[in-house]
C-alpha cells in the first residue's frame, strides 16, 4: 500500500468514526513518476504551497521501464508522469491519460515552437492527452580537448578498433538502438522486416566486440568524457552535455551526424508530461500537468536542475543569457530541426530491445 492509497483509506476511516476533519486533515498526495528534474524543490515547493498538498516523487532513468510500471492497471498507482513522448503516446492509446482541457491546449499551442505544435498538437488529428515539456537531441557526445569533430560526423568511430574499450554506451533501453539503426541505413519508425533485423544483430554483435563502456547514468558518463576516457557516448546527447557546458566545459558537446544515404541521422527526444486517467485526484494532477508546463516553470527545468535541456516553450528561450543560450547549443537548433527525425513509437522497438539483450548476453 503507498502512502497516497494510505491517506485516502485513513480518510474514509476518519469520518466513519466521526472525528473532526479539522483535527486529522492531512494534505492531498500526488505520486509522480519523472525524470530527473522534475522532483526539484524549486519546482515541486511552489506547487505544494499553492495547491496544499505533498508531491511524492520517483525518479526513474528508463522510459520503457515507466511504461511497464503504468501499463495496464498500473497507471493507478501514479496519479502524474513526466517521461519520454513515445511510451506517453502508447498509454494515451491504450486510455490510461486524462484528457487535457481545450483552453490548456490552445495556451501551450500559442507558446510553443511552431515546429512542436505540428508535431504534438496537431489540430487536425485526434488531440493527445499529455504535453511535451524538454527536449534535446541525440548525436555523439565528444570533448574536443580529445576528438576532432569532423572525425564524428557519424557513428563510424564507435566501430573502429582504435577505440576498443573506449566508446560509452548508456544503458537506456531503446536510446543507444535508434542512432545505431540510422546510421545502417534502417529507419527505425518503419516496420522493420527480417533482412533489416538481421542488419542491427549484425552491428551490435559487431559493437559489443569493440568492448564499449556502459554507461549506467549521466554522472559516470560525464566523468568519461571529461577526462577523456570515453571517445564518445552513444544514446545521451544533450542530455548529458548540456550541464557540463553549463559548469563551463565548453569543449563538450553532442554534434549532428550528416544525413547517411538520404537518411537523416540526427533523433530529437521529447519528454512529456500527462495526468493518469481514473484516479481521484485527476484534477489536481492536471494541475500539476498545466504547471510544469507553464513558462515559470519551464525555464526551472530546463536550466536549473542537475540536467538542463531546452524547452519547447519558445516564450522560454527569450529569458536565457548568452551564457545559458551558449550551454543550451541554442544556435544550434534550426540545424536540428532541420536535420533530425522526431522520436515516437517504433513499431519493432521489442524485436530490436530483444535482439540487443540477446547479442549482449552473448558477448557477456
Not at 495496464?72 to 502524474?80: A, E, M, Q, S
Not at 566486440?209 to 554507461?215: D, G, S, T
Not at 519528454?271 to 507553464?294: D, F, H, I, R, W
Not at 543550451?328 to 522526431?342: E, G
Request: contains cysteine; proline residues 6%.
Amino acid at each position: 500500500m503507498n502512502r497516497r492509497r494510505f491517506l485516502q483509506l485513513s480518510a474514509i476511516f476518519l469520518g466513519n468514526a466521526a472525528f473532526s476533519r479539522q483535527a486529522f486533515a492531512q494534505p492531498l498526495v500526488l505520486r509522480y513518476l519523472c525524470w530527473d528534474g522534475y522532483d526539484l524543490p524549486a519546482l515541486l515547493n511552489e506547487f505544494e504551497h499553492l495547491n496544499k498538498c505533498d508531491v511524492l516523487s520517483e525518479v526513474i532513468n528508463d522510459s520503457p521501464a515507466a511504461y511497464v510500471k503504468l501499463s495496464g492497471d498500473g497507471h493507478l498507482d501514479y496519479d502524474v508522469a513526466s517521461i519520454d513522448s513515445p511510451w506517453l503516446e502508447r498509454l494515451d492509446r491504450e486510455g490510461s491519460l486524462a484528457t487535457i482541457s481545450d483552453s490548456l491546449r490552445q495556451s501551450r499551442y500559442e507558446q510553443y515552437y511552431p515546429q512542436f505544435r505540428e508535431q504534438f498538437l496537431p489540430k487536425q488529428n485526434p488531440p493527445r492527452n499529455w504535453l511535451p515539456t524538454r527536449w534535446g537531441w541525440i548525436g555523439p557526445t565528444i570533448n574536443t580537448a580529445y576528438v576532432k569533430e569532423e572525425d564524428y560526423q557519424s557513428y563510424a568511430p564507435c566501430f573502429a578498433r582504435k577505440n576498443r574499450g573506449k566508446i560509452g554506451v548508456m544503458d537506456w533501453g531503446d536510446w543507444p538502438i535508434l542512432p545505431i539503426a540510422l546510421y545502417l541505413g534502417i529507419d527505425p519508425y518503419q516496420p522493420l522486416d527480417k533482412y533489416a533485423l538481421e542488419t542491427l544483430r549484425q552491428a551490435f554483435r559487431a559493437l559489443f566486440k569493440n568492448q564499449p563502456i556502459f554507461v549506467p547514468d549521466i554522472s559516470i558518463g560525464q566523468k568519461g568524457i571529461v577526462d577523456g576516457s570515453l571517445k564518445t557516448i552513444i544514446g545521451a546527447g544533450t542530455y548529458l552535455t548540456s550541464a557540463l557546458r553549463r559548469a563551463g566545459f565548453s569543449q563538450i558537446k553532442t554534434v549532428l551526424p550528416v544525413p547517411r544515404n538520404g537518411l537523416k541521422q540526427g533523433i530529437i527526444w521529447t519528454e512529456g508530461s500527462a495526468a493518469m486517467k481514473g484516479n481521484p485526484n485527476e484534477a489536481l494532477a492536471m494541475k500539476l500537468v498545466e504547471y510544469t508546463t507553464s513558462i515559470h516553470a519551464s525555464y526551472i527545468l530546463s536550466y536549473l536542475g542537475a540536467t538542463c535541456n531546452l524547452t519547447p516553450n519558445i516564450e522560454v528561450e527569450k529569458m536565457y543569457s548568452a551564457k545559458q543560450r551558449a550551454s543550451l547549443q541554442v544556435d544550434d537548433v534550426a540545424y536540428v530541426l532541420k536535420n533530425s527525425l522526431v522520436n515516437r513509437t517504433s513499431p519493432d522497438i521489442g524485436q530490436m530491445l530483444q535482439i540487443w539483450q540477446s547479442e549482449l548476453f552473448k558477448a557477456s
